[in-house]
């Protein structure tokens, strides 16, 4: 394409992300705010195709609009429906909150003030001789990472201390919304066509999974895109009405959950054993390790959005905990 | 400096400012919630459009994996905002 021709798209693309994001941002319907950021999260997910960014258009899709907008509308519903019953409640709980009209002025120009700000940040560090320091030693020590996707790469690799921390963060926030209540009841099982579907698609998702969690060592893919996709199958199950949708039971879930980062710490604690740097690995079996490492992170990290979804903790989980306290 | 990098770089840092505004002036969480992603994606924008290196070289794959990290992270706090959410709704009503 020419520069024309990519310039107007630029254009049209980023005009039609702010639009989104301010309509999003503008509705006082909540259930209508939430699709638009989901359709704002999908456009997103063609920016970062334009920039060549294609690892994170696929995490944007599956994550960032898909997820991320399934859990907002499951909680939007929940809402409404609470609405009905205590309206009052909720008008007062507005009376309280509402801001002077002074304090929104002051806000906004704040706001503006920090927008003017980052752009004039991002124009300095733009403007200087861009520093490739990292990205070259990325590409010179490609070879010896097991994987060819630099972006695998730098997140199972050169900089696994990070991705270590963020299954961390994945375990506490899992952590919390199972200590802060129970899951919301089952959903009716829904006609024959939803049903149909569901019958195609939950395998496709599974299979896509695992392609995803395959391709991620040398094309854009993952454990984190991977793992999305797996939790959609169990959504669309739960959507279908199915009550049994791939979750195991109480004890094998708990190991699940804390799958991706104690099989990061198993890998890692072994090399230290065996004299090398904790997740120093040898390069030979850098690939293998990174696959081992990875798919325990899949099932986490669907375990993890899946309980996200349904709300806290399943019934399984919720009856023997009473037991135990029995 | 790229076209290209500017203008989804500036873009970005719009939408980081329209993000916060409603975080901090919008009375309902479920907005908020929704205005705190929003501001994720426009910090997100900045870093790939600062990877961006023109049409037909290879990007600089370090603030992909910082973003790749970042959406991650982004949606586990979105989940555990809006269990408090429900937690809090629930106390409330049960009042």
Not at chain 1, 182 to 196: H, I, K, L
Not at chain 1, 212 to 235: E, I, N, S
Request: with cysteine; aromatic share 6%.
């Amino acid at each position: 394409m020419n520069t024309t021709g990519l310039l107007v798209f630029d254009g049209l693309l980023l005009i039609s992300i702010v639009s989104l994001a301010w309509s999003a941002l503008a509705s006082p319907d909540a259930r209508r705010s939430v699709i638009l950021f989901m359709a704002f999260g999908l456009v997103l997910a063609v920016a970062w195709g334009r920039l060549l960014a294609p690892d994170v258009a696929l995490a944007e899709a599956a994550i960032g609009a898909g997820l991320s907008g399934a859990l907002l509308l499951v909680a939007v519903g929940e809402q409404s429906n609470r609405a009905l019953q205590d309206n009052a409640l909720r008008v007062s709980e507005r009376n309280a909150l509402r801001v002077r009209a002074t304090l929104q002025w002051v806000i906004t120009i704040l706001c503006v003030a920090l927008a003017a700000t980052l752009a004039w940040a991002l124009v300095h560090a733009l403007d200087r001789a861009t520093n490739e320091r990292l990205a070259q030693i990325v590409s010179e020590n490609l070879a010896a990472s097991g994987v060819s996707n630099p972006v695998t790469a730098i997140l199972l690799n050169f900089r696994a201390y990070d991705t270590l921390l963020e299954l961390a963060v994945l375990l506490t926030a899992v952590l919390g919304i199972l200590a802060l209540g129970t899951a919301r009841p089952d959903y009716q099982r829904t006609g024959p066509v939803f049903d149909g579907l569901a019958r195609w698609l939950v395998p496709v998702l599974i299979l896509t999974a695992g392609y995803l969690l395959w391709v991620g060592a040398h094309a854009p893919g993952g454990a984190f895109q991977a793992g999305a996709t797996l939790a959609a199958a169990a959504v669309v199950l739960r959507l279908a009405g199915e009550r049994s949708i791939g979750l195991p039971q109480a004890g094998a879930l708990r190991v699940i959950l804390a799958a991706g980062v104690g099989m990061f710490l198993v890998v890692g604690l072994t090399l230290l054993l065996l004299g090398r740097p904790f997740l120093g690995y040898p390069p030979a079996w850098a690939g293998s390790l990174i696959l081992l490492i990875e798919s325990a992170a899949m099932l986490a990290i669907a375990a993890t959005l899946v309980l996200a979804f349904l709300g806290g903790r399943p019934p399984a989980i919720a009856v023997n905990e009473e037991n135990n306290r029995c | 400096m790229l076209t290209a990098q500017l203008l989804y770089g500036l873009t970005g840092c719009l939408i980081v400012a329209l993000g916060l505004r409603t975080v901090l002036l919008h009375a309902s969480l479920l907005h908020r919630v929704v205005a705190i992603n929003v501001l994720g994606a426009g910090v997100f924008m900045i870093l790939v459009a600062i990877a961006y290196r023109g049409p037909g070289v290879p990007p600089d794959p370090i603030p992909h994996a910082l973003v790749l990290t970042g959406i991650v992270v982004a949606v586990s706090a979105t989940a555990l905002a809006l269990a408090l959410a429900r937690r809090l709704t629930a106390e409330q009503s049960n009042d």
